[in-house]
T-cell receptor, first 109, second 115 residues
Framework: GNSVTQMEGPVTLSEEAFLTINCTYT??????LFWYVQYPGEGLQLLLK?????DKGSNKGFEATYRKETTSFHLEKGSVQVSDSAVYFC????????FGAGTRLFVKA | GAGVSQTPSNKVTEKGKYVELRCDPI?????LYWYRQSLGQGPEFLIY????????DSGLPNDRFFAVRPEGSVSTLKIQRTERGDSAVYLC?????????????FGEGSRLTVL
């Protein structure tokens, strides 16, 4: 079946630091892949997605590339801000979308 | 509002009681999902509806859990004989269907505490 493994948190960075949150997946077929974000006190919302191999999803300065050869979908941002502090979830798509355990990011001013 | 609405936002109940959680999806979304999120974990799939029917209920943990969507819009998750281990945030999401795997739109969740 489909699954997702993402790096454990929390991750603590200073403002303007580079961010990587690792995510690997297992799947039958070629699912869409997603990153969702949960800001403090808010519901889960889609951050970005990629629907096929080699696609790059991007939004709000975040990027992730669908790598079939390494079964990965790592999230990156070149310069984080305090407002990026949140919990990030990698997800393996389909009508039965499967989520990773989440990675909490703290960004210090 | 135009988003997914869940009620109640908080529910405290005693062990053994019956609980209903309601989800009102985005208008026009035919697919509806229930997830359960425990502290420090990601959302765990429970059940998915396409229209009025449950297309996949493989995530329901046992027969104390049941969900309905009688008119293809509002859904109710029902939990009988609640146990302390049922304490979690229950999330509802909706999406367009028929366009392949797509974005899920989540509500803010119903936090269930079983004492």
């Amino acid at each position: 079946g489909n699954s997702v493994t993402q790096m454990e948190g929390p991750v603590t960075l200073s403002e303007e630091a580079f961010l990587t949150i690792n995510c690997t997946y297992t799947a039958t077929g070629y699912p869409s892949l997603f990153w969702y974000v949960q800001y403090p006190g808010e519901g889960l919302q889609l951050l970005l997605k990629a629907t096929k191999a080699d696609d790059k999803g991007s939004n709000k300065g975040f990027e992730a590339t669908y790598r079939k050869e390494t079964t990965s979908f790592h999230l990156e941002k070149g310069s984080v801000q305090v407002s990026d502090s949140a919990v990030y979830f990698c997800a393996n798509g389909g009508f039965k979308t499967i989520f990773g355990a989440g990675t909490r990011l703290f960004v210090k001013a | 509002g135009a988003g997914v609405s869940q009620t109640p936002s908080n529910k405290v109940t005693e062990k053994g009681k019956y609980v209903e959680l309601r989800c009102d999806p985005i208008s026009g979304h035919t697919a509806l999902y229930w997830y359960r999120q425990s502290l420090g974990q990601g959302p765990e799939f429970l059940i998915y509806f396409q229209g009025t029917g449950a297309a996949d209920d493989s995530g329901l943990p046992n027969d104390r859990f049941f969900a309905v969507r009688p008119e293809g819009s509002v859904s109710t998750l029902k939990i009988q004989r609640t146990e302390r281990g049922d304490s979690a945030v229950y999330l509802c999401a909706s999406s367009f269907a028929g366009e392949g795997p797509g974005e899920l739109f989540f509500g803010e969740g119903s936090r269930l505490t079983v004492l």
